[in-house]
């Protein structure tokens, strides 16, 4: 198919395949005549993987990424199903990558069309195809437009809550070859940013667990009696258990990462979950969060990996970097949380950790394992409290929740600062 084509679809069930030279994430979106999602449950990808008549089949065997569409399953109000790809790799671009789309017979396998977007560059993601209705007819469309600002941009410009993403009108259409680049996260500082003030006034953390090390937040020059620091090397946390960021009396750290893993809990079944950190004030109001779908925040600051990653101490399936001394004098406190959002329990899981990593000397420096699992889709991990001193205070918190993204996060990981 020529951009811009379109055909009649010939079949009721087809499957929109998209493969290209490098990894990409396949989703499809399912619009009303408004152009809009009726929810967040119309976004179909790879941690939502079922919607009405859509479906997301994941890579397997050397068959590429693909949504599967059953039109007579689709509800009468949507009009178009928006086929989209994106890059595995969120630091790459499409430049001189060719994806190619096939549209298959979903029952005979038979290839119906195949379509590959020309002229791509700066794009990290694209809108392939569209399958849509004409009257009582279903029909095809080769598309082709790119943008700059990731699946992100995309999601918001069809309605769906992408919390914080980029403008809408960073799009860059393929059919003009315009590519107005939406302005990329910056990188993550190689030496950290200079030290900000600390915050006149740290959240009110709740009072210290039984059993817990160290007491609530003292003003600076206080004597912390009994408190633990990092002076012995690595520290094993207990729910409830904290540890300060410190060594020798003096700030430590500059730049940590926490690691977070986990193991499915039986049978080999895959567990997909999100790690994400949300930043707060001294009122406890969210400032920002970083995510799968938004990895830098403040100025890089805090850069999220959005890959898995091995380090000493054991595999991360995801890790978060966080330059202390580059957060604004405003973030007082971190939480970090883990979700599943294809709403898998916690109890499918096993072995689940967080780890903190000195990122200059990936030495492990503190480290919490979830003892046991509740029935829930969100957990609260640890939390990160900016004391009056302005030194980081580290607390186990392994606080489950039903919560399915980190958006459902704010209000109670908020009551557990």
Not at 44 to 65: C, I, K, L
Not at 163 to 185: I, L, R, V, Y
Not at 219 to 228: D, N, R
């Amino acid at each position: 198919m020529a951009q811009g084509g379109n055909a009649p679809l010939g079949s009721a069930r087809v499957v929109v395949e998209v493969a290209a030279p490098k990894r990409l994430d396949v989703s499809g979106l399912l619009l009303t005549a408004a152009g809009k999602v009726r929810s967040d449950a119309d976004f179909v990808f790879f941690n939502a993987p079922q919607g009405p008549g859509v479906t997301h089949r994941p890579a397997a065997g050397g068959t590429p990424d693909a949504i599967a569409v059953d039109t007579a399953a689709v509800p009468e109000e949507i009009t178009r199903i928006v086929v989209t790809a994106s890059l595995d790799d969120r630091r790459a671009t499409f430049a001189g990558t060719e994806p190619t789309a096939t549209v298959r017979d979903a029952d005979t396998g038979r290839e119906l069309f195949a379509f590959t977007p020309p002229r791509l560059s700066r794009e990290t993601a694209l809108v392939v195809v569209e399958v849509y209705r004409r009257g009582a007819e279903w029909k095809v469309r080769a598309v082709g437009q790119g943008y700059a600002n990731g699946l992100a941009g995309i999601a918001t410009d069809f309605g769906v809550a992408v919390e914080d993403a980029a403008p809408a009108d960073a799009t860059a259409d393929a059919a003009t070859g315009s590519s107005p680049a939406a302005p990329a996260a910056p990188p993550v500082p190689t030496t950290p940013p200079a030290p900000t003030a600390p915050p006149t006034a740290p959240p009110r953390p709740s009072a210290a667990p039984q059993g817990s090390a160290t007491p609530p937040p003292m003003p600076s020059g206080s004597p912390a009696v009994g408190k633990i620091t990092l002076d012995k090397g690595r520290v094993n946390l207990v729910k409830g258990g904290s540890v300060s960021l410190e060594k020798a009396g003096k700030p430590f750290l500059a730049s940590v990462r926490m690691g977070l893993g986990w193991e499915p809990a039986g049978r080999g079944r895959n567990i997909d979950l999100d790690a994400s950190v949300i930043a707060f004030d001294a009122q406890r109001a969210k400032i920002d969060t970083a995510w799968f779908m938004k990895l830098s925040v403040f100025n890089g600051a805090i850069a999220h990996s959005g890959d898995n990653l091995t380090g000493k101490g054991g595999g991360d399936d995801e890790a978060i970097t966080v330059h202390l001394s580059g957060l604004p004098p405003e973030v007082c406190g971190l939480v970090f949380v883990v979700n599943s959002f294809s709403g898998q329990k916690f109890t499918d899981i096993k072995n689940a950790y967080c780890r903190l990593v000195d990122a200059a000397t990936e030495e492990e420096l503190v480290r919490f394992d979830l003892a046991q699992s509740e029935p829930h889709t969100g957990v609260a991990m640890c939390k990160l409290v900016r004391q009056f001193s302005g030194e980081w205070v580290m607390t186990a918190l392994g606080e489950y929740v039903d919560a399915k993204t980190a958006r459902s996060m704010v209000k109670p990981a908020a009551a557990m600062l």
